[in-house]
């Protein structure tokens, strides 16, 4: 086991290794030499200490681990060889206490990870825009709140910019080169905020963080409930009592049912788990395990929009087909010169009910029985015609066109004639085990000429 030292370099307490130390000694005591011994020499070999000080703290941050002499080398490779250095006695040069590479001053977007506080993109970002990085840090705080977008910009930020691991990354990141040029200096963009904003901050983190919690803990206590109701009823939204189960057979096959109720639960459940996440981090500032978990999310979050899409896509193949079916009755002409049209019994009971939801004509209403698909036909009168004859054309949609015929098939309309009087269901409806695939029916009564026709006001609006 190596030997370690403890010393004080520019104000800064660092662990040695002891190869590293005696390494470091030999190229100070080098560049003293070169230097020399005025007074303008001590303040540049002062600021070099300076500097070699902050590229110490910029490879071992936490001051937990020794400086090895790799780490020595590294820095010395950094500011150069002090041969290459000038003497400040010679006025005629420029680069005094320079080294003899040109410093390198083009950025690149990192993370940084020596000021940060939720995986540093705020501080990459501010180093890269030259902006001091609060004012990103108070965007994203407040566009939480305002826009749930502005988290998943800031995890696809925290996934996409690399952190800047290296010295090399960490000059890129910044800017500022790593030569004695810039001792003593720090980057314009590092915040210059004093302990009390940093405390402000630390205490807006906190209570955000506390929001976050409880919003996202209640919205998953709520969604849990939600997905789990699937054998229990909805009461409180509606008047009646309403299976969940019945709702979405209405519209999807069994397989998109499971498909939809996986995908939406990622989709929905996966955010709010972020969320609670990050508002656990921003309480308690734990630094392990956040790049796995966000990665995660994401994919799982994807895995749900995959399985959202390819159910769109599926539900809409079962409109690819269209059938139609048509039904003629020749009617008895009766014995008056006047035709009524009345509505029948049992259309005035398809009627009846809470309207739970209405889709291209077809509306799911709640009756004592269950649920039940209702639709209004359209009537077309068709005056002075040769015979007395009404005509009811069923159409309606499917996967492909024997599907779309048994849909047809399932659609349910009556009538009934009394000598002059014509009885109408004013609704047709869908045979169980109904399912939406936008059905539509067509009623068409022919009437004799030198026949008057009397409608019932239920279906004056209805009759062309």
Known sequence: MKKTIQINLAGHAFSMDEDAYDRLNTYLEQVKAKLGMTAEAQETFEDINLRIAELFRSIHPDATTSVTIENVEEVIKTL????????????????????????????????????????????????????????FRLLFILGT??????????????????????LQQRIMMTGVSAGIESSGKRPAVRSQSNDLIKRTLRIISIVAGIILIVLSFISLTGLIM????????????????????????????????????????LIVGIPLLVIFYLGLFLVFRFKKGAVTILVTSLILWLIGIGLISYSAIRMATEYSAKMEIEERKLLE???????????SASSLKLGEGEQIFS??????????????????????????????E?????????????EALKNAERIEYFFLQDDSLLLLDRYFSIQNPGILRNQTIEVNIQIPENKHIVVADEFKYLMQ
């Open 226 to 265: 939600t997905f789990s109701m699937t054998d229990l009823v909805f009461e409180k939204i509606f008047s009646h009592e309403i299976w969940l189960p019945e709702i979405e057979q209405l519209f999807l096959l069994p397989e998109q049912q499971i498909m939809v109720l996986i995908g939406s639960l």
């Open 145 to 166: 709140f305002f826009y749930a977008s502005s988290i998943l910009i800031y995890l696809i930020l925290w996934i996409a910019i690399p952190k800047a691991k290296t």
């Open 359 to 388: 889709s291209n004509g077809i509306t799911i209403k709640n009756q004592k029985e269950g649920l039940v698909l209702v639709g209004t036909p359209k009537f077309n009168l068709i005056k002075n015609a040769k015979n007395f």
């Open 80 to 135: 150069g060889d002090p041969a290459d250095y000038d003497t400040p006695s010679d006025p005629d040069d420029s680069s005094s206490a320079s080294y003899a590479r040109e410093p390198y001053r083009k950025k690149q977007l990192f993370r940084d990870p020596d000021n940060r506080i939720l995986g540093g993109v705020c501080s990459g970002l501010g180093y890269y825009f030259n902006i001091d990085p609060i004012i």
């Open 390 to 402: 009404i005509s009811i054309r069923k159409k309606s949609r499917g996967r492909n066109s024997e």
């Open 333 to 343: 002409l009766p014995s008056s010169d006047t035709i009524y049209i009345k509505p």
